[in-house]
């Protein structure tokens, strides 16, 4: 099981980025993926969740309205698409695989490396 993640960067306040996950040796329709944050001294919180068999999604309190979780899964691939950034968007974020559409760290056994994102003028 391999998760790449990618696509973090620097963007101004109110830009957006686009991150992507690429799911090697599974199916997206079998498992939910999260994107998760990790800021220093903070724990990992979980951002957004795709589940694998209808596609719902969940989203933290903070990027509602701003962030799109999707999924393509002819392309074995999971997006996080990133819009009117704000400073406390940075972080490294993290795609993961799920045993359960949650919204619970511990429910993700599978993690990428991680992508820093960082926002600022």
């Known amino acids: 099981v391999q998760l790449q993640a990618s696509g973090g960067g620097l963007a101004q306040p109110g830009g957006s980025l686009r991150l992507s996950c690429v799911a090697s040796?599974?199916?997206?329709?079998?498992?939910?993926i999260g994107w998760f944050r990790q800021v220093p001294g903070k724990e990992r919180e979980q951002i957004s969740c795709?589940?694998?068999?209808?596609?719902?999604?969940t989203y933290a309190d903070s990027v509602k309205g701003r962030f799109t979780i999707s999924k393509d899964s002819s392309k074995d691939t999971v997006y996080l698409q990133m819009d009117r950034l704000k400073p406390e968007d940075t972080g490294v974020y993290f795609c993961?695989?799920?045993?359960?559409?949650?919204?619970?760290?511990?429910?993700?056994?599978?993690w990428g490396q991680g992508t820093l994102v960082t926002v600022s003028s």
């Open positions: 993961a695989r799920g045993i359960q559409w949650s919204e619970q760290t511990n429910d993700y056994n599978y």
């Open positions: 040796t599974f199916s997206l329709d079998l498992y939910a």
């Open positions: 795709i589940s694998s068999y209808d596609g719902s999604t």
